[in-house]
C-alpha cells in the first residue's frame, strides 16, 4: 500500500514538472491551441520521450506486491527526467494568466493521479500515462478558464472605458490606415509634445486589447492628448476601439492592399478604416493622405470638409509638401500651410516619410501646436529602427530597410537609393508574406530596381528567382548580380567593386538583426 | 481626472511659520476642478506628514498636537510620479497614502528654496513648480545673484563679500576696506538668508562691527554694501519663464525703521504672511519709473532663469531717481498674488499657469537622453589590483 502512495505521489510530481514545461511551450505558441498542438507533435516531439518513461511503470503495478517499488522508482526517474532545465533562452513569464493556468492544470492533474488511489485501486496502473497527457491538460485548462479570461479582459476593457469617460478634458486622436499609422503616430506624439502633455500607444499595441492596456498602465491626469494607433483584421475591429476611446479627430494614413486576403477587397478594407471617420462628433477633424486613391476617393465621395495633406496634388490638400530633395543628411521640404510656406527638414529619407511628417505636422498645426514646435521636432526625429534608418559605418552608408513589409515602401526604399551617389547596392532576399502575387511582385521590385542601384546581392537563390528575371527583363547587366546564400559575403563582393570609392547599401525586407 | 498636486512647506529654516501661511493661503485658491491638493508639512527636523488637519490652518497654534492626527510619510520615486508611503507601515491595507502628478514647494529660505528642495524633487523625477535647482540657488546667494545680474547688464549696488574665518582674524583691515568702497552708511546681511533676518545698518565702525556679529550668527558669509540714503523700496514680481515672462503691478512697501523688518513684514498681527504687511500698491512713482523696474524685473528674471513666480525687490534713490535691483525672491511671500490681482490676474489662474510651466518644463527634460552608451563597465576585474580608474581599465 505505501509503495502504491510513494509511486502515485512520485508520477504526480512528474506529471506536474510535464505539465510546467508545456506551460511554458504554450506561452511560447503565444497561447494558441492549434498551434501549440501541431508543434508539440512535430517540433517538440523528441522531448514527448520523457514523460513516456513512466509507461515502464505499468508492469510493476500490475503484478503488484513489492514490484511496487520499482514502479515508484521508475516514476522517480520520469520526474527527474521531466525537470526543466537551468539555463533557458527565454524562460517563463509567470503572468497572472500563466499562474491561472497553471492552478486549473494542477488541480485536473491531481484529480486523476490520486482519484484511483482513493476511489478505485485496481486501475491505478493507468495514472502512469499522465505526464504524457501534459499537453492536452494545458490545452484542457486553457479551455476551462476561458470565461474567466473573458471576463477579466471585460474588466480591464471597462476599467479603462471609464479613465478616458473621467478624462472629458483628454482629446482623442485616432490613427488608421493599411501602412504608415505607427510612423504618423509616432511623429505626431513628438510634436503634440511641444506643447501638450501626450500619450501614444506603444509600437505594437495597436489591438483592442493593447490600447486597454496602454490606457491603464500608462494614462496620466497631466495627458491631453491621447494618440490612439487602430490596427484591423476584419470590419467593426475599429469600431470596437472607436466606442473604447471615442476620438475626437481622426487621420487615415493610406489605404493599400495589406491583409487583402481576411478583408475580402478593397472596398471592404476602405470600409473599415473609415470606421473611424464615422465615429467622430460633430466638430472633429478628418486628415486624410491625399497620395494614396483609395483614401481620396473615399474621403472625396463620403466626407466633404476633410482635411487633406500629401505630396502630389496641391489642389486636394490643404497642407502641401513640396520641393522635396534628400541628401546624406536626410530630407529637406516645403510645407504650404494656410498659415503660410513652414521649412522641414528631417534625418528620415524616403518620400512616404514626407508625407507621413506632412500629415503629423497638418494635425500638430491644426491642434494649436506652433510651427516652430512642429519644425523643430522634425528636425529632432530619429529613423525608428530598420525603417528606413540611415547608418553610417565602416562599410559606408547602410540604409537599413528590413523591417520593409509591402512593395511601395521596397519601391520608396529604391527611389531613395537611387538619389544617392557612389556605388548603389541593393541587398534583399525578396519580399515574403504576399500571397499568390510573391512571385510578381518580386518580379515587379526587380524591374524597378534595375534602373536604380548598380549592383544587386541576392539573398537565396531560389527565393530571389523572379526578382533576378525581372532584373535582367529591365536590361540590368548580369555580372552585377551577386547571388549568394550569406548575407555578408555578399555584401563583402558588392563592396570590393567599389574600389576606394564610396558605397551605399539598402538592406530591403525581412533581414534578421544578427546579420548587421 | 485630476492632477495630483503635492503642496509642500515648512522646513529646516528660518522662515518656516511663513511659509505654512503662504503655503495654506495657496491651499484655499486652487483651481478645484482641474487640481487635487494634497498638502505635505515638513517639520523643523525634516520630516514629512500629510493627513489629518495638515490643510487647516487653525490647527498650527498646537504643533505636536496637529502631528499626532496625521501620518508621516517618505517621499518615493514610482514611475515618473512621487508616492508617499506610510513611514510605520501599516500591516494591512496600502500604505501608498498618496500619488502626486507635481510638486509645489511653497517654502522660503535657506535649506528649502535654495535649490536644496528642488533637487530633492528632481533625483525623485517628479516634476515641481517654480524655479529650478540652479535658479533657486543663485536667487538666495545675494552675492552671486549680483555678479550674474552685473554681467546681464542689469544696474546692482557694488558689495563687498566677507567671509567669517577671514574677518575673525582680520576685523579692523575688513571695515576699513568697506568704508574705503563705500563709505557709511552701509547695510550689512547674511548672503543667503531671507525675510530680512540678520539685517543690520551701520553709520559708524562701532554699528559695522555690531552689524557684522550679529548677521554672523546666521551665516558663515555676509556682504557689506552702500546704504542708499534717501530710500525708497519697489518691489515688483514676475509670472513666466525662460520662454516668455510677465510683470506684475509695482508695490511700494512700507517701512518702520531704516529698513524693512521681519516685524514690519509679519509682525503686528503678520497672520496673513506678506500680503498683510503694509504697502503702497500701485506704488506712487511715474508711469516712465514704473515701466523701466518692470522691464528690469523682467531682465533680472531671465538672467537667472526663473520660472514660476519670482519677486524683484528694488532700491531706488528719491533724489536721483536711480533705480537698482537689490534682491530676488524665488519663493516670494504670498506667492506675491497681491501684485498681480490689481492686473485682473486671480490667484487660481495664477497658480494654474505655475502648474502648467512645471508640466512643460518636465515635458521637455524628458526630450532629452540622460544616458550614454558606453562599455566602460564591461570586464572590470575590481579594484584591488592598484586602482586604475575607468580609463585604465581593461574592457
Redesign the interface.
Given at each position: 500500500m505505501l509503495s502504491l502512495v510513494v509511486y502515485t505521489l512520485f508520477i504526480f510530481l512528474a506529471s506536474a514538472a510535464a505539465i510546467l514545461r508545456q506551460e511554458h511551450m504554450f506561452q511560447l505558441n503565444s497561447y494558441k491551441p492549434r498551434v501549440h498542438l501541431k508543434r508539440t507533435f512535430t517540433v517538440q516531439l523528441s522531448w514527448l520521450l520523457r514523460p513516456a518513461v513512466a509507461l515502464l511503470a505499468v508492469p510493476g503495478l500490475i503484478i503488484g506486491g513489492r514490484w511496487r517499488w520499482l514502479s515508484a522508482a521508475i516514476a522517480v526517474i520520469a520526474l527527474l527526467l521531466c525537470m526543466p532545465p537551468k539555463n533557458v533562452k527565454k524562460p517563463l513569464v509567470y503572468t497572472s494568466r500563466v499562474k491561472r493556468l497553471l492552478v486549473t492544470s494542477g488541480i485536473i492533474t491531481a484529480a486523476l493521479c490520486f482519484l484511483p488511489l482513493i476511489l478505485c485501486r485496481g486501475v491505478s496502473f493507468l495514472t502512469a500515462i499522465i505526464p504524457l497527457l501534459s499537453p492536452l491538460i494545458v490545452l484542457l485548462a486553457d479551455l476551462i478558464n476561458r470565461p474567466i479570461e473573458k471576463s477579466i479582459n471585460l474588466g480591464f476593457i471597462n476599467e479603462a472605458r471609464d479613465?478616458i469617460a473621467?478624462?472629458p478634458?483628454?482629446t482623442v486622436i485616432g490613427v488608421t490606415g493599411s501602412f504608415g499609422k505607427t510612423s504618423v503616430k509616432f511623429i505626431l506624439g513628438k510634436m503634440l509634445?511641444a506643447k501638450y502633455?501626450t500619450l501614444i500607444t506603444p509600437e505594437s499595441y495597436n489591438t483592442t486589447l493593447g490600447v486597454v492596456r496602454t490606457i491603464r498602465e500608462k494614462?496620466?491626469?497631466?495627458h491631453e492628448y491621447f494618440v490612439c494607433e487602430m490596427g484591423a483584421r476584419n470590419r467593426g475591429d475599429i469600431k470596437e476601439i472607436c466606442e473604447l476611446v471615442r476620438p475626437k479627430h481622426g487621420v487615415i494614413t493610406a489605404i493599400g492592399e495589406q491583409h487583402l486576403e481576411s478583408f475580402g477587397s478593397i472596398e471592404a478594407i476602405k470600409d473599415t478604416k473609415f470606421e473611424l471617420a464615422d465615429s467622430l462628433p460633430a466638430g472633429g477633424k478628418l486628415f486624410v493622405n491625399t497620395d494614396s486613391p483609395g483614401a481620396l476617393d473615399r474621403a472625396q465621395a463620403k466626407y466633404p470638409g476633410f482635411i487633406g495633406y500629401g505630396t502630389l496634388d496641391g489642389s486636394v490638400c490643404r497642407y502641401f509638401a513640396h520641393d522635396i530633395t534628400v541628401s546624406d543628411a536626410g530630407s529637406h521640404f516645403f510645407l504650404r500651410t494656410p498659415d503660410g510656406e513652414l521649412e522641414m527638414n528631417t534625418r528620415l529619407l524616403g518620400r512616404h516619410n514626407v508625407v507621413n511628417i506632412a500629415g503629423a505636422a497638418a494635425v500638430a498645426l491644426e491642434m494649436g501646436v506652433e510651427p516652430l514646435g512642429v519644425s523643430s521636432a522634425a528636425a529632432?526625429l530619429e529613423a525608428v529602427p530598420h525603417r528606413l534608418q540611415l547608418i553610417k559605418n565602416s562599410r559606408g552608408i547602410v540604409i537599413d530597410d528590413a523591417y520593409n513589409s509591402n512593395p511601395a515602401g521596397a519601391r520608396a526604399a529604391l527611389d531613395v537609393l537611387a538619389g544617392f551617389y557612389g556605388l548603389r547596392v541593393l541587398v534583399t532576399p525578396g519580399m515574403v508574406e504576399l500571397g499568390e502575387k510573391e512571385d510578381s511582385e518580386n518580379r515587379a521590385l526587380g524591374e524597378y530596381a534595375a534602373s536604380r542601384c548598380d549592383t544587386a546581392v541576392l539573398v537565396g537563390a531560389r527565393h530571389t528567382q523572379p526578382i533576378r528575371e525581372g532584373l535582367l527583363a529591365a536590361g540590368f547587366d548580369e555580372n552585377n548580380i551577386i547571388v549568394t546564400e550569406d548575407l555578408i559575403a555578399g555584401m563583402n563582393a558588392a563592396g570590393l567593386r567599389a574600389g576606394g570609392g564610396r558605397a551605399v547599401y539598402l538592406l530591403e525586407n525581412d533581414l534578421p538583426d544578427n546579420y548587421l | 481626472?485630476?492632477?495630483?498636486v503635492g503642496l509642500f512647506f515648512g522646513g529646516r529654516s528660518v522662515e518656516h511659520e511663513v511659509s505654512v501661511i503662504t503655503a495654506l493661503q495657496a491651499y484655499e485658491n486652487f483651481d478645484r476642478e482641474?487640481y487635487d491638493v494634497v498638502p505635505v508639512y515638513i517639520t523643523h527636523e525634516n520630516e514629512f506628514y500629510t493627513g489629518g488637519d495638515i490643510g487647516d490652518i487653525t490647527k498650527y497654534g498646537d504643533i505636536p498636537a496637529l502631528l499626532k492626527g496625521a501620518v508621516q510619510v517618505i517621499p518615493v520615486c514610482s514611475d515618473?510620479?512621487l508616492a508617499l508611503i506610510r513611514r510605520n507601515p501599516k500591516r494591512f491595507g496600502s500604505n501608498v497614502v498618496a500619488v502626486l502628478?507635481?510638486a509645489f514647494p511653497a517654502v522660503h529660505g535657506t535649506n528649502v528654496e535654495d535649490g536644496a528642495l528642488q533637487g530633492f524633487f528632481r533625483t525623485l523625477r517628479v516634476?515641481f513648480v517654480g524655479c529650478d535647482v540652479m535658479a533657486s540657488a543663485l536667487g538666495m546667494d545675494k552675492y552671486a545673484a549680483k555678479i550674474i545680474l552685473r554681467d546681464a547688464g542689469i544696474p546692482v549696488l557694488p558689495a563687498l563679500k566677507i567671509n567669517i574665518k577671514h574677518y575673525s582674524a582680520h576685523r579692523e583691515e575688513v571695515e576699513r576696506q568697506a568704508a574705503e568702497e563705500f563709505g557709511y552708511p552701509m547695510i550689512i546681511k547674511p548672503v543667503d538668508l531671507g525675510s530680512s533676518v540678520g539685517i543690520g545698518f551701520a553709520r559708524s565702525k562701532e554699528e559695522f562691527f555690531a552689524a557684522a556679529d550679529e548677521a554672523f550668527s546666521f551665516a558663515q558669509v555676509i556682504i557689506a554694501e552702500r546704504a542708499v540714503t534717501n530710500l525708497r523700496e519697489i518691489n515688483c514680481a514676475v509670472l513666466g519663464d525662460s520662454d516668455g515672462a510677465s510683470p506684475s503691478e509695482c508695490e511700494e512697501p512700507v517701512t518702520a525703521g531704516d529698513i524693512l523688518s521681519y516685524s514690519d513684514k509679519y509682525g503686528a498681527g503678520g497672520q496673513k504672511g506678506m500680503s498683510g504687511a503694509s504697502r503702497l500698491l500701485p506704488a506712487p512713482i511715474s508711469d516712465e519709473q514704473r515701466d523701466k523696474i518692470r522691464s528690469l524685473a523682467v531682465a533680472a528674471f531671465m538672467a537667472i532663469g526663473c520660472s514660476g513666480v519670482a519677486r524683484i525687490d528694488f532700491l531706488m534713490d528719491k533724489d536721483t531717481g536711480e533705480v537698482w535691483v537689490n534682491e530676488l525672491n524665488t519663493i516670494p511671500g504670498s506667492l506675491s498674488f497681491y501684485l498681480f490681482r490689481p492686473l485682473g490676474v486671480s490667484y487660481t489662474a495664477m497658480l494654474s499657469k505655475m502648474i502648467e510651466l512645471a508640466?512643460k518644463r518636465e515635458?521637455m527634460r524628458?526630450?532629452l537622453s540622460f544616458s550614454f552608451k558606453t562599455d566602460i563597465l564591461k570586464g572590470q576585474r575590481g579594484f584591488k589590483s592598484g586602482a586604475k580608474g575607468a580609463k585604465g581599465a581593461k574592457i
Amino acid at each position: 500500500m505505501l509503495s502504491l502512495v510513494v509511486y502515485t505521489l512520485f508520477i504526480f510530481l512528474a506529471s506536474a514538472a510535464a505539465i510546467l514545461r508545456q506551460e511554458h511551450m504554450f506561452q511560447l505558441n503565444s497561447y494558441k491551441p492549434r498551434v501549440h498542438l501541431k508543434r508539440t507533435f512535430t517540433v517538440q516531439l523528441s522531448w514527448l520521450l520523457r514523460p513516456a518513461v513512466a509507461l515502464l511503470a505499468v508492469p510493476g503495478l500490475i503484478i503488484g506486491g513489492r514490484w511496487r517499488w520499482l514502479s515508484a522508482a521508475i516514476a522517480v526517474i520520469a520526474l527527474l527526467l521531466c525537470m526543466p532545465p537551468k539555463n533557458v533562452k527565454k524562460p517563463l513569464v509567470y503572468t497572472s494568466r500563466v499562474k491561472r493556468l497553471l492552478v486549473t492544470s494542477g488541480i485536473i492533474t491531481a484529480a486523476l493521479c490520486f482519484l484511483p488511489l482513493i476511489l478505485c485501486r485496481g486501475v491505478s496502473f493507468l495514472t502512469a500515462i499522465i505526464p504524457l497527457l501534459s499537453p492536452l491538460i494545458v490545452l484542457l485548462a486553457d479551455l476551462i478558464n476561458r470565461p474567466i479570461e473573458k471576463s477579466i479582459n471585460l474588466g480591464f476593457i471597462n476599467e479603462a472605458r471609464d479613465m478616458i469617460a473621467s478624462s472629458p478634458e483628454l482629446t482623442v486622436i485616432g490613427v488608421t490606415g493599411s501602412f504608415g499609422k505607427t510612423s504618423v503616430k509616432f511623429i505626431l506624439g513628438k510634436m503634440l509634445s511641444a506643447k501638450y502633455g501626450t500619450l501614444i500607444t506603444p509600437e505594437s499595441y495597436n489591438t483592442t486589447l493593447g490600447v486597454v492596456r496602454t490606457i491603464r498602465e500608462k494614462m496620466r491626469a497631466t495627458h491631453e492628448y491621447f494618440v490612439c494607433e487602430m490596427g484591423a483584421r476584419n470590419r467593426g475591429d475599429i469600431k470596437e476601439i472607436c466606442e473604447l476611446v471615442r476620438p475626437k479627430h481622426g487621420v487615415i494614413t493610406a489605404i493599400g492592399e495589406q491583409h487583402l486576403e481576411s478583408f475580402g477587397s478593397i472596398e471592404a478594407i476602405k470600409d473599415t478604416k473609415f470606421e473611424l471617420a464615422d465615429s467622430l462628433p460633430a466638430g472633429g477633424k478628418l486628415f486624410v493622405n491625399t497620395d494614396s486613391p483609395g483614401a481620396l476617393d473615399r474621403a472625396q465621395a463620403k466626407y466633404p470638409g476633410f482635411i487633406g495633406y500629401g505630396t502630389l496634388d496641391g489642389s486636394v490638400c490643404r497642407y502641401f509638401a513640396h520641393d522635396i530633395t534628400v541628401s546624406d543628411a536626410g530630407s529637406h521640404f516645403f510645407l504650404r500651410t494656410p498659415d503660410g510656406e513652414l521649412e522641414m527638414n528631417t534625418r528620415l529619407l524616403g518620400r512616404h516619410n514626407v508625407v507621413n511628417i506632412a500629415g503629423a505636422a497638418a494635425v500638430a498645426l491644426e491642434m494649436g501646436v506652433e510651427p516652430l514646435g512642429v519644425s523643430s521636432a522634425a528636425a529632432r526625429l530619429e529613423a525608428v529602427p530598420h525603417r528606413l534608418q540611415l547608418i553610417k559605418n565602416s562599410r559606408g552608408i547602410v540604409i537599413d530597410d528590413a523591417y520593409n513589409s509591402n512593395p511601395a515602401g521596397a519601391r520608396a526604399a529604391l527611389d531613395v537609393l537611387a538619389g544617392f551617389y557612389g556605388l548603389r547596392v541593393l541587398v534583399t532576399p525578396g519580399m515574403v508574406e504576399l500571397g499568390e502575387k510573391e512571385d510578381s511582385e518580386n518580379r515587379a521590385l526587380g524591374e524597378y530596381a534595375a534602373s536604380r542601384c548598380d549592383t544587386a546581392v541576392l539573398v537565396g537563390a531560389r527565393h530571389t528567382q523572379p526578382i533576378r528575371e525581372g532584373l535582367l527583363a529591365a536590361g540590368f547587366d548580369e555580372n552585377n548580380i551577386i547571388v549568394t546564400e550569406d548575407l555578408i559575403a555578399g555584401m563583402n563582393a558588392a563592396g570590393l567593386r567599389a574600389g576606394g570609392g564610396r558605397a551605399v547599401y539598402l538592406l530591403e525586407n525581412d533581414l534578421p538583426d544578427n546579420y548587421l | 481626472m485630476k492632477v495630483t498636486v503635492g503642496l509642500f512647506f515648512g522646513g529646516r529654516s528660518v522662515e518656516h511659520e511663513v511659509s505654512v501661511i503662504t503655503a495654506l493661503q495657496a491651499y484655499e485658491n486652487f483651481d478645484r476642478e482641474k487640481y487635487d491638493v494634497v498638502p505635505v508639512y515638513i517639520t523643523h527636523e525634516n520630516e514629512f506628514y500629510t493627513g489629518g488637519d495638515i490643510g487647516d490652518i487653525t490647527k498650527y497654534g498646537d504643533i505636536p498636537a496637529l502631528l499626532k492626527g496625521a501620518v508621516q510619510v517618505i517621499p518615493v520615486c514610482s514611475d515618473g510620479r512621487l508616492a508617499l508611503i506610510r513611514r510605520n507601515p501599516k500591516r494591512f491595507g496600502s500604505n501608498v497614502v498618496a500619488v502626486l502628478d507635481v510638486a509645489f514647494p511653497a517654502v522660503h529660505g535657506t535649506n528649502v528654496e535654495d535649490g536644496a528642495l528642488q533637487g530633492f524633487f528632481r533625483t525623485l523625477r517628479v516634476p515641481f513648480v517654480g524655479c529650478d535647482v540652479m535658479a533657486s540657488a543663485l536667487g538666495m546667494d545675494k552675492y552671486a545673484a549680483k555678479i550674474i545680474l552685473r554681467d546681464a547688464g542689469i544696474p546692482v549696488l557694488p558689495a563687498l563679500k566677507i567671509n567669517i574665518k577671514h574677518y575673525s582674524a582680520h576685523r579692523e583691515e575688513v571695515e576699513r576696506q568697506a568704508a574705503e568702497e563705500f563709505g557709511y552708511p552701509m547695510i550689512i546681511k547674511p548672503v543667503d538668508l531671507g525675510s530680512s533676518v540678520g539685517i543690520g545698518f551701520a553709520r559708524s565702525k562701532e554699528e559695522f562691527f555690531a552689524a557684522a556679529d550679529e548677521a554672523f550668527s546666521f551665516a558663515q558669509v555676509i556682504i557689506a554694501e552702500r546704504a542708499v540714503t534717501n530710500l525708497r523700496e519697489i518691489n515688483c514680481a514676475v509670472l513666466g519663464d525662460s520662454d516668455g515672462a510677465s510683470p506684475s503691478e509695482c508695490e511700494e512697501p512700507v517701512t518702520a525703521g531704516d529698513i524693512l523688518s521681519y516685524s514690519d513684514k509679519y509682525g503686528a498681527g503678520g497672520q496673513k504672511g506678506m500680503s498683510g504687511a503694509s504697502r503702497l500698491l500701485p506704488a506712487p512713482i511715474s508711469d516712465e519709473q514704473r515701466d523701466k523696474i518692470r522691464s528690469l524685473a523682467v531682465a533680472a528674471f531671465m538672467a537667472i532663469g526663473c520660472s514660476g513666480v519670482a519677486r524683484i525687490d528694488f532700491l531706488m534713490d528719491k533724489d536721483t531717481g536711480e533705480v537698482w535691483v537689490n534682491e530676488l525672491n524665488t519663493i516670494p511671500g504670498s506667492l506675491s498674488f497681491y501684485l498681480f490681482r490689481p492686473l485682473g490676474v486671480s490667484y487660481t489662474a495664477m497658480l494654474s499657469k505655475m502648474i502648467e510651466l512645471a508640466l512643460k518644463r518636465e515635458r521637455m527634460r524628458d526630450e532629452l537622453s540622460f544616458s550614454f552608451k558606453t562599455d566602460i563597465l564591461k570586464g572590470q576585474r575590481g579594484f584591488k589590483s592598484g586602482a586604475k580608474g575607468a580609463k585604465g581599465a581593461k574592457i
